[in-house]
């Protein structure tokens, strides 16, 4: 069987579209569904459903896929490798959250530069990250969402707790007593986050009062170092991971509002795609990680 057709099938397996595929590939859409068909013709069956946006795998094409894609990421394992062999450096190409993978796992990977690895690091949402994953664009990736389907290999990494914060100002304002209402303190203070959908805020208010936020964003800003900045100075109340701001907890230029029983937390993964820890530079990243973790 031919491997460039393979490579095709697995490209648009992952991508789940024959547009998606083509411009992974840099071929040509025709090309493409051209390679596929052949294939399908080989084996005698279909391989994927054609719906009105992009492709739905079959049972077949999920099986070959997920037979065939750990062995051609190995090849290409294999011919990035040659290239290495030069310097001895291998590159590990991470993808995740910005603020996690810059304050977490960046400086936790950092002990493995002197071991010959190179890091390459991507930012982006959970979707995009899974996405370009399965693409073949990332190595490793960090979300808080966990894949489906078997062409993606998820492992809890750890879990962080929210915090319900504002500046001292606001704090001080309120008071003790009417904090312990959530819609209250949503309707006196304005609020800081990363998006017009409120998604940390709400994710909160749900788990603490089983209610839905009533407000719309003061200050959006898509990193969550922005939103604690803005908060910090006075802008309004904010939910932030406790990682990413309990330096400002303990110096004071942030206080928690609520301090509830069971904080809400939410978990993050480490995802590869299937069969690649079987590749040493990925799979010690996955282990150190996953060590460092333990301490957060």
Avoid: K
């Avoid at 596929?36 to 994927?48: A, K, V």
């Avoid at 993050?268 to 996953?290: D, Q, S």
């Amino acid at each position: 069987m031919d491997l460039a057709l393979l490579r095709t099938f697995v490209t648009v397996h992952r991508a789940g579209s024959f547009t998606r595929a083509a411009a992974l590939l840099g071929l040509s859409q025709p090309a493409v569904t051209g390679q596929i068909r052949t294939l399908e013709r080989q084996l005698g069956r279909p391989l994927f459903l054609r719906q009105a946006r992009g492709v739905t795998p079959t049972t077949i094409g999920d099986e070959l896929a997920h037979r065939a894609a750990p062995h051609l990421d190995a090849l290409v394992e294999i011919t990035e490798s040659g290239l290495d062999e030069e310097s001895g450096v291998r590159t590990l190409h991470l993808a995740g959250p910005p603020e996690f993978t810059s304050l977490r796992a960046l400086p936790a990977l950092t002990p493995l530069i002197s071991q010959g690895l190179a890091l390459r690091a991507s930012f982006g949402t959970a979707e995009e990250t899974l996405e370009g994953l399965a693409a073949g664009h990332h190595d490793l990736a960090i979300t808080t969402a966990r894949p489906r389907g078997s062409l993606l290999t998820a492992t809890p990494l750890c879990d962080e707790e929210h915090v319900l914060v504002a500046s001292p100002r606001w704090a001080a304002r309120l008071g003790p007593g009417v904090l312990r209402v959530g819609h209250v303190v949503l309707e006196q203070l304005p609020v800081v986050e990363v998006h017009e959908s409120l998604p940390l805020v709400s994710r909160y208010w749900s788990a603490v009062f089983d209610s839905r936020p009533a407000a719309a964003g003061a200050v959006i800003a898509p990193d969550l170092r922005a939103v604690l900045e803005t908060a910090a100075s006075g802008a309004g109340l904010a939910v932030l991971p406790r990682y990413l701001c309990e330096e400002a907890l303990q110096n004071g230029r942030v206080v928690a509002l609520l301090d509830p029983p069971v904080p809400p937390l939410r978990t993050y993964f480490l995802v590869v795609r299937t069969g690649t820890l079987a590749l040493p530079h990925i799979a010690r990243a996955h282990e150190w990680l996953l060590r460092a973790a333990v301490e957060w």
